[in-house]
């Protein structure tokens, strides 16, 4: 599995269904994957999957700027219910794809996936992809790597007793090593805490850690006392201080400070600007409509992402969903 950093052939999303209701307002989660896939289609070719219901909407909401393939859908989680892509070094353009089982975030009692199971396969087939089976239970947002052996997991996702009931470390680790070519994993301990509650996937890295370049690690950082990923946050720092990666490297951590909101009206929230997008000579960025915390994360994103310009998109209306930008997309690199 390639850095995201790699060059891109295209970036995949899948276009909100109408079973979203009962919830937060359906419109503005129409309009806030539109707006997403909008910022990503200036950067990158893009394919928006959309479910035969939702033709006329998603036509109307994105215009002409992108592609789209019709498919039955359950959900609009593209990272975790589409392919990992994978390239092999002995073979030069050849792209594979990485067909985990998907069982609704370890069989929530609000999810369905009987369509959505099958959305991995659908992309691999539309792009010519070698499929790479396996019978682990992950998605996409539960992984994380530096393009050179070191994965990123947590123990509460690919352990969950309702994902993978018959698995070790040893076992999960050597199919990562089988299906992404992982040499090293590294199992951070937990997630961010709004990720446990009703609608969270059981702690994906994806919120809370990623690798920019090998080496360096983004790491989520919640300076409020009273908010309970503080204490989390510390702990997980002081976790990653003593790892090192596949080449024996020792992190650079860059702490990346969550915005100054702590609560809507569920509870303590979990925004995040390490669940970001790198596509083309762009990165699209979680932005919660505070200026001065979006502008300092988008800051610390131009330095890890050098040469790159960072476009902020308001994720609000993602997140009260249950995720960020990383979670509704899902990059293709080029197989060179």
Not at 38 to 63: I, Q
Not at 67 to 80: C, F, I, K, T, Y
């Amino acid at each position: 599995m390639p850095v995201e950093t790699t060059p891109l052939e295209r970036v995949w999303m899948a276009f909100p269904v109408d079973c979203l209701e009962p919830g937060p307002d359906p419109e503005a989660t129409y309009a806030a994957w539109a707006a997403v896939a909008h910022a990503v289609a200036e950067l990158v070719p893009l394919t928006m999957v959309v479910d035969p219901s939702e033709s006329a909407r998603a036509a109307r909401l994105l215009g002409g700027h992108v592609e789209v393939l019709q498919a039955p859908l359950d959900d609009s989680w593209m990272r975790d219910i589409g392919p990992t892509f994978v390239l092999d070094p002995d073979r030069p353009g050849v792209l594979g794809a990485v067909d985990w089982v998907f069982n609704g975030w370890g069989a929530q009692h609000w999810a369905s996936w009987e369509r959505d199971r099958e959305i991995a396969r659908f992309v691999a087939d539309q792009v010519g992809a070698e499929l790479v089976s396996s019978l682990l239970v992950n998605e996409g947002g539960a992984i994380h790597t530096d393009g050179e052996g070191t994965v990123l997991v947590t123990e509460t996702v690919q352990l969950d007793p309702q994902r993978n009931p018959y698995a070790d470390k040893a076992a999960i680790e050597a199919e990562l090593a089988r299906t992404l070519g992982a040499e090293k994993v590294i199992w951070l301990p937990r997630g961010l805490t709004r990720d446990y509650e009703d609608l969270g996937t059981r702690g994906h890295v994806d919120m809370v850690a990623t690798l920019p370049s090998p080496g360096r690690l983004l790491l989520h950082r919640q300076d409020n006392p009273g908010h309970p990923d503080h204490e989390v946050c510390r702990d997980l720092k002081a976790f990653l201080a003593k790892q090192t990666d596949a080449r024996g490297r020792r992190f650079e951590i860059v702490d990346l400070p969550a915005p100054e909101v702590q609560r809507d009206a569920e509870g303590f929230v979990d925004y995040s600007y390490v669940n970001h997008l790198v596509a083309g000579d762009g990165v699209v960025a979680c932005g919660f409509g505070e200026p001065v915390a979006d502008g300092r994360a988008a800051a610390i994103l131009a330095e890890e992402y050098p040469g790159r310009r960072v476009v902020t998109v308001d994720a609000r209306d993602v997140f009260a969903r249950g995720g960020g930008i990383h979670c509704i997309t899902q990059q293709q690199p080029v197989a060179g």
